[in-house]
């Protein structure tokens, strides 16, 4: 189906968030573990996307998400970090 000319095209934006320590997502857990997640994991994040996976985030790389979602205009690219591919 192709697109008629002057029709609105819609953009959607999906975003795999794998892992994100220092992030609410732990807000249920007890002491230690929130402990873990909120100040130790953030600061491990390097070591543990070179070990475990690369899909661990840190959440200041969750409002990369955010500006893209809310402002930036994608216009088909698909953005890993900061940069296109």
């Known amino acids: 189906m192709g697109l008629r000319a002057g029709s609105k095209v819609e953009a959607a934006i999906a975003f795999d968030p794998g892992v ?3 992030t ?3 807000r249920e857990a007890n002491g ?3 402990f873990m997640w ?4 953030p600061k491990t994040s390097p070591v543990l996307r070179a070990v475990v996976s690369p899909h661990i985030y840190t959440a200041e790389e969750s409002t ?3 500006q893209l979602a809310t402002g930036s205009d ?10 296109d591919s």
């Open 32 to 34: 230690f573990e929130r």
């Open 74 to 83: 994608a216009g088909g690219t698909c953005f890993i970090g900061l940069n």
């Open 24 to 26: 609410g997502l732990a």
């Open 20 to 22: 994100m320590p220092g």
């Open 38 to 41: 909120m100040k130790v994991l």
């Open 64 to 66: 990369m998400l955010t």
